[in-house]
């Protein structure tokens, strides 16, 4: 067996590349597995997006963010991030996923795509934008449908729906409204969600007051067909004519791996990890749980600025276990 590391981390994101610098700011041996590019979530983020953070509450390992904006957007933030893992010469390997994570005595032994490695321990820091959350109805599998919305411009002239009210399906709705399409939202509720960005709300309000952009409140989407999609709403079922459908109702963690894992979730439809939130570890000795992924469906709850500081908390519980072994 090859000499197992101290931690290996899966994820590249933010907050696991804080984890990872937190590891080698304490000497220890540690790995980090990303299926994807660096930052894999903000590079798929769209194009123009724009963080509600400023760019300080971005920062990780000390290292300055320095944006013209008064809040930076995704070109900002991968030029940091990618600035910070060249600065750092952190230990990572990237495009390769992480398939299975069992204990053997312990250890933990991690096989991927490419390899299998033993560790000390694991930190998840997988975040909750790789799995979108599904209508489940007729159609979703459609080519013209989407969970990720990337810019408007395949949208222009065109006529499309966007399904929900949080800040993707708003900003989707406004970019592509503004480059040219005719854009229809599905909104469950009866109105545009709260958290919605408070520069960004006045305008999405406005814009379906007016009637530049047709809002059905209370209502679902049933049906997708090649050119029309089906609507249930307060007033009863109706079919309008459709190209395209940005069906963007959210995302949420891998819970499969977790559980393959042996993390135990919550039995109340939030799947909330077991995790301490002194140490940020799980109910499964030497896995611990880093950023986003510890709110379950609550994704709203954890983010980069105050996710941060799960890296030292990490850090220093596996540190003190391993002095606690040593004595």
């Not at 990572?92 to 321990?121: A, D, G, P, R, W």
């Not at 729906?161 to 469950?188: F, H, P, Q, Y």
Request: with cysteine; charged share 25%; aromatic share 12%.
């Amino acid at each position: 067996m090859q000499n197992p590391y101290d931690v290996v981390i899966i994820g590249a994101g933010p907050i696991g590349m804080a984890c990872a610098i937190e590891a080698k700011r304490k000497n220890l041996n540690y790995l980090v597995i990303e299926k994807g590019a660096l930052v894999n979530s903000l590079y798929n983020y769209p194009l123009y997006m724009t963080f509600f953070s400023t760019s300080e509450r971005l920062e990780i390992g000390e290292v300055p963010f320095t944006s013209i904006s008064f809040k930076p957007g995704r070109q900002d933030a991968l030029e940091y991030y990618r600035r910070v893992q060249q600065h750092f010469g952190l230990n990572i390997h990237l495009y390769e996923e992480v398939l299975s994570i069992e204990s053997k005595n312990e250890l933990k032994f991690v096989k991927t795509n490419q390899s299998e490695y033993y560790s000390k321990n694991i930190i998840i820091a997988t975040g909750f934008y790789d799995l979108p959350i599904l209508l489940n109805i007729p159609g979703e599998d459609l080519p013209k449908v989407s969970h990720y919305y990337k810019e408007a411009h395949p949208y222009a002239g065109q006529k499309i729906v966007v399904v929900g009210a949080n800040n993707s399906s708003v900003d989707a709705a406004l970019e592509c409204w503004r480059k040219g399409a005719e854009v229809t939202m599905v909104i469950r509720k009866g109105e545009i969600h709260e958290r919605v960005k408070y520069w960004v709300k006045p305008d999405i309000e406005n814009r379906i007051s007016e009637g530049s952009i047709k809002a059905y409140f209370y209502s679902n989407l049933k049906e997708i067909k090649e050119n029309s999609v089906k609507i249930s709403t307060a007033e009863g079922e109706l079919e309008i004519e459709n190209d395209f459908v940005l069906a963007l109702t959210g995302y949420r963690p891998n819970f499969e791996f977790l559980q393959s894992c042996g993390i135990e979730l919550s039995d109340d439809g939030l799947f909330i990890p077991n995790y301490n939130p002194e140490t940020m570890e799980s109910n499964v000795k030497g896995i611990y749980l880093a950023g986003v992924v510890c709110g379950g469906m609550e994704t709203h709850k954890w983010f980069i600025e105050n996710s941060r500081v799960h890296a030292g908390m990490i850090l220093s519980s596996i540190l003190d276990k391993e002095i606690e072994n040593r004595g």
